[in-house]
């Protein structure tokens, strides 16, 4: 169980657009790799993303709304998916030009609906600041090893757990410590630590916190 796990239904049960930013650097490293450049080459990779056709489309689904990608006209919602480019997403996303080249993609999706849950390692603190209600997912490492070794299980992937604990370190420091929007709790979010906790058990959390922010917001407006 992970943030996008989370994202998912309770984006569902608010019937509102579920959007994990993470998708958008995952869409460049595939094009990147689709165009033969270099993960290390900075210079192309900021080409690329201020060149790239990239677009986000809205999407009714048997459960709710959902978010596709298109890049140069072809959909590679599915494909980009895909376990080996979330390393290659979180290199390309330290770099401060492609981060500005999809910054202001990233707040238009946030702008496109009534309602919409983002996930991603820069919300709260770059992508939509002014967020009504923010809040940082926390679990231990060892904890989030477990996670993401029964997932590449389930998908069939032969990994060891010191090799998922080594990628997850590595993802963290990168993330981190990058020049441009590191990863960093908002200060005005809302730590929810999700050890050892349901999906459901998550999710009715944060339904009862947002219900009474609304609440908040609409006696402001009453007085």
Known sequence: M?????LAELARQLNALPFDTGIVYRALAWAAQQNGISLDDESRLNSLAQQLQLELRREETSNGLAVRIVVNGQDVSEVVRAPELGEAASRVAAYPGVRAALLALQREVAASAERVVIAGRDIGTVVVPEATLKIWLDASLDERVRRRYHELQQRGEE???AEVKRDLMQRDQRDTS???APMQRAADAIVIQTDGRSVQDIV?????????RARCADAARTV
């Open 204 to 212: 009715q959390q944060i339904l009862l916190l947002a219900k009474e």
């Open 2 to 6: 992970g943030k996008s796990t989370v």
């Open 178 to 180: 990058r020049a441009a």
């Open 159 to 161: 990994v060891t757990l």
